[in-house]
């Protein structure tokens, strides 16, 4: 992908995915930023109780990631039906998001109630590790409806080119988790239980105001509320694809954790810090591929392939910049941050040395994400789910390699390079042909 200077330092597409790019930024890491914050508050406590906070988030992570199709599914369909003047059609879709979200929280909140500990076992909990992960998963269940509410409504924002509101959203979730937590533990000197506790409250409040948002649009285009069978069942057969690509991606990191776990107690709470950073850091720089699904939706719904291939190829640049801008950053701040997590000095170390890890990688991680946002927004989704899947198989691989040896923990990171690398081959090789620019509102 040769770029030239000129087109790198501006271009006549940057206020417009500046527009959507930077409000998303708030609304993507909102999730990821509660478990961050946790973590920072939780790593103050104890190493067991970060350890269990690795294992808890992980499964929890991995929920919300399944049911990313809510939001990631219903951002490039809506933006291409209000574009092919079907408003209506794109109101009866978010709707009928939201009762899908309600219902796969509910049943994914009675699955963990019943299966978290042997989960939580499976990923390597055993002893004080195991007693604070599973204090933390149960605690967090109420949350999962309204957390996937939220999810499926910033999709429906994001369609409609309403990048604002889910932001506010976002500040209004996590100032709230934050001050809530510190009064529970920092001034009242609950655990790690409390933790997970202000996270719900949080998620709730922030889950109730997006259905009144999107309901309230809803009606006054005309789209009915009402909860409709066929339309949700709709959302989940146009999202096995995206279910099969996220899962493949989440799926990935949960076998990290669990080879973490087995590497050590320490080494495992350094990976949860350090993934923690790694997975905000991935949603910020999936804010520029938020804009890419709501705007090639957009020019692809009225026909405009010269205007997508430009300005997906700006949002590509744009990614690798913001990538090697922050991966400096991190680069640079790796050992007072890693302190910011942890008072184990063991944690601390292993940490800033998984930090170096991670600040390599986001030059690479800003392509892959910003061109997965692009082929989402196309609805190139089997493409995206075949070369994930094939990526997770060369991740396993490598895994299985780094068990059978005995390696360490930075192997293990050098292996979510390797994945990266892997994955975004393909996707560029995609971008490049015009087979994703298809046409139509459809």
Do not use: C
């Amino acid at each position: 992908m040769p770029f030239n200077l000129r087109t790198l330092l501006r271009s006549p597409y940057d206020k417009e995915i500046a527009r959507l790019a930077v409000p998303a930024l708030g609304s993507l890491i909102a999730e990821p930023l509660y478990v961050l914050v946790d973590t920072a508050i939780v790593g103050n406590i104890g190493t067991n109780e970060l350890a269990g906070l690795a294992l808890a988030s992980t499964v929890l992570l991995t929920l919300h990631a399944a049911a990313i199709f809510l939001a990631y599914g219903t951002t490039g369909p809506v933006a291409r039906l209000i574009s092919g003047n079907r408003e209506i059609e794109a109101g009866d879709r978010s709707v009928q998001g939201l009762w899908l979200g309600l219902v796969v929280g509910v049943v994914g909140a009675a699955v963990l109630a019943v299966a978290g500990t042997p989960i939580l076992e499976l990923l390597g909990g055993s002893g004080e590790v195991l007693t604070a992960a599973r204090t933390y998963l149960m605690v967090s269940l109420p949350g999962l409806p309204f957390l996937l509410i939220a999810l499926a409504a910033n999709g429906s924002f994001h369609g409609r080119q309403d990048a604002k509101t889910p932001l506010l959203l976002a500040i209004v979730g996590a100032v709230g988790n934050l001050v809530i937590e510190l009064i529970l533990i920092n001034g009242l000197g609950y655990g790690i239980g409390a933790s997970a506790l202000s996270t719900v409250i949080a998620q709730t409040v922030v889950g109730v105001i997006s259905v009144v948002l999107v309901v309230r649009w809803a009606r006054s285009i005309g789209a009915s509320t009402r909860p409709n069978r066929t339309g949700m069942l709709s959302i989940l057969a146009t999202s096995k694809a995206l279910v099969v690509r996220t899962m493949s991606l989440r799926g990935s990191f949960t076998l990290s954790t669990a080879i973490a776990a087995r590497i050590g107690v320490a080494d495992v709470a350094a990976h949860q810090i350090a993934l923690g950073i790694w997975s905000t850091l991935a949603l910020a720089l999936d804010a520029v591929a938020i804009a890419g699904q709501a705007l090639t939706g957009k020019w692809l719904g009225v026909g405009d392939k010269v205007k997508a291939r430009a300005a997906t190829r700006r949002m590509i640049e744009v990614d690798i910049m913001v990538g090697a801008i922050v991966g400096l950053g991190i680069l640079v701040a790796r050992k007072p941050l890693s302190e910011l997590f942890s008072d184990d000095q063991a944690v601390v170390s292993i940490t800033a040395f998984l930090l170096i890890h991670l600040a390599i990688q986001q030059p690479l991680n800003g392509v892959v994400f910003a061109l997965d946002g692009i082929l989402i927004g196309a609805s190139d989704l089997n493409y995206l789910a075949i070369s994930m899947f094939g990526a997770a198989l060369v991740f396993v691989a490598m895994s299985g390699v780094i068990v059978a040896t005995g390696a360490g923990i930075g192997w293990l990171w050098a292996a979510i390079a390797a994945f990266m690398a892997v994955r975004a081959v393909p996707l560029v090789a995609r971008w490049r042909n015009d087979s994703w620019l298809v046409e139509g509102a459809g």
